[in-house]
């Protein structure tokens, strides 16, 4: 299986303030299509996961343009340019490239 | 709106066998995938499987087959998870997430939760 790691794994962050939180996998991502099958995550507190962003860097409706992603092959970004408190939880990498899809650990963003 | 709507919460004993189910509402049925998701108690998410609706088309994670079944009924728009001897390892929350593509622009919905507890 493809491993997916994040970093860091606990995200204290003051209100206003940039985070960001990186992804890395075991393989390439790049599937034979040239796609890059990467999404981000994020689980508020006892809420069901929803998707911020898809394909790496495409932000999914309704989400705002404070997230956004990047990266390539190997490496992947989620950045938030200004943390908001409705922002806290869980944020997740996860692929789909290669089966079976696989999520990094997790990301606890806490306000400080 | 396209909902998911799963079933409710479980308190089963070791051995013991249980379905949980995934409704989904409008006409997302014929072009949806499923996939169920575990989250074990304090931890991160896992893809346990995934199937198409229309045609029920399942592919099983390597970690989980063997270990559940995953099914579909188009005629009552529901998909199903099915353990057939659970252990105490199978406590967990598990997720449904619908969607005609996981991976493209199309959005992906979420079921509320099952919450299902094997304890002797």
């Known amino acids: 299986d493809v491993v997916m790691t994040q970093s860091p794994l606990s995200l204290p962050v003051t209100l206003g303030q940039p985070a960001s939180i990186s992804c890395g996998s075991s393989?390439?991502?790049?599937?034979?299509?040239?796609?890059?099958?990467l999404n981000w995550f994020q689980q508020r507190p006892g809420q069901s996961p929803r998707r911020l962003i898809y394909?790496?860097?495409n932000r999914d409706s309704g989400v705002p343009d404070r997230f956004s992603g990047s990266g390539s092959g190997t490496d992947f970004t989620l950045k938030i340019s200004r943390v908001e408190a409705e922002d806290v939880g869980v944020y997740y990498c996860?692929?789909?490239?290669?089966?079976?899809?696989?999520f990094g650990q997790g990301t606890k963003l806490e306000i400080k | 709106e396209v909902q998911l709507v799963q079933s409710g919460a479980e308190v089963k004993k070791p051995g013991e066998s249980l379905k949980i189910s995934c409704k989904t509402s409008?006409?997302?049925?014929?072009?949806?995938?499923i996939g169920w998701v575990r989250q074990m108690p304090g931890k991160g998410l896992e893809c346990m499987g995934i199937?198409?609706?229309?045609?029920?088309?399942?592919r099983y994670n390597p970690s989980f087959q063997g270990q559940v079944t995953i099914s579909a009924d188009k005629s009552i728009s529901t998909a199903f998870l099915q353990w057939r001897g659970l252990r105490a390892s199978d406590t967990a929350i598990y997720y449904c997430?619908?969607?005609?593509?996981?991976?493209?622009?199309?959005?992906?919905?979420w079921g509320q939760g099952t919450l299902v507890t094997v304890s002797s």
């Open positions: 996860v692929q789909g490239t290669h089966w079976p899809y696989t």
């Open positions: 394909k790496v860097s």
């Open positions: 997430a619908g969607g005609s593509d996981f991976w493209s622009g199309p959005p992906i919905f």
């Open positions: 409008g006409d997302s049925f014929a072009t949806f995938w």
């Open positions: 393989q390439s991502l790049v599937y034979i299509d040239g796609n890059t099958y």
């Open positions: 199937i198409h609706l229309r045609d029920s088309d399942t």
